[in-house]
């Protein structure tokens, strides 16, 4: 069964130090991954995607992410975090052999960057 | 284009009510699909659509929801009888098939329920 896991709820950071949220992921053939970030009251606004190609993805608002397919990883990195960047991320991943796309979600970590 | 939007944003209705959501997709995206969020936890798929076609349910879709798609633009998730533990946040998301760009999902800004 594919699954995802977040394994932080909260992460703090102080403002214009590096971030890292992380992810581990289950599928059982290859992976399209994504992260997400949602705002309060929101509804869920894209930041990246890996679908193929060079391990390091580069996404909205200076967000990366690095797979890394041995440790099953997906991690969401900043070298210089906002207070703006304070919301709720989620890890998503899709099987690429599941033709219809649906995304199974981690639980979410809530990021709070302090002035 | 306005993305994906979603009708009514807040609902408050007695157990045992019926209730309507809408989604109205982006414009030419063909695949629709809807989520349920509590709180504390990541969307769960519900179900989705390529055009009109309900291609697959979740098991968390019991026969009280029923989604609909008819002329492949908008849908509508009903939840008949309602129950309590229906409660929470309903969101639609959009893609467009074949494109190595449209993988990834747009949502919309969710219809959040209260059973009472």
């Known amino acids: 069964a594919q699954s995802v896991a977040q394994p932080e709820d909260q992460v703090n950071v102080a403002e214009g130090n590096p971030l890292t949220v992380k992810c581990t992921y289950s599928?059982?053939?290859?992976?399209?991954l994504f992260w997400y970030v949602q705002y309060p009251n929101r509804g869920l606004q894209f930041l990246l995607k890996y679908i193929t190609g060079d391990n390091l993805v580069k996404g909205s608002y200076g967000f990366e992410a690095e797979f890394n397919k041995s440790q099953t990883s997906f991690h969401l990195k900043k070298p210089s975090a906002l207070v703006s960047d304070s919301a709720l991320y989620f890890c998503?991943?899709?099987?690429?052999?599941?033709?219809?796309?649906?995304?199974?979600f981690g639980q979410g970590t809530e990021l709070s960057v302090k002035p | 284009d306005t993305g994906v939007s979603q009708n009514p944003r807040h609902k408050i209705t007695k157990r045992g009510q019926n209730v309507t959501f809408r989604c109205d997709p982006i414009?030419?995206?063909?695949?629709l699909y809807w989520y349920r969020q509590t709180l504390g936890q990541g969307p769960e798929f519900l179900t989705y659509f390529q055009n009109e076609a309900q291609l697959e349910k979740s098991r968390l879709l019991s026969d009280r929801f029923s989604a609909e798609r008819p002329k492949g633009s908008f849908s509508t998730l009903e939840i008949q009888r309602t129950e309590q533990g229906d409660s929470a946040m309903y969101l639609c998301?959009?893609?467009?098939?074949?494109?190595?760009?449209?993988?990834?999902?747009?949502f919309g800004p969710g219809t959040r329920l209260t059973v009472t």
């Open positions: 998503a991943v899709r099987d690429k052999g599941n033709q219809g796309g649906k995304l199974i």
């Open positions: 998301a959009s893609s467009s098939q074949g494109a190595l760009s449209s993988y990834e999902q747009y």
């Open positions: 414009s030419e995206h063909n695949r």
């Open positions: 599928v059982s053939g290859n992976p399209y």
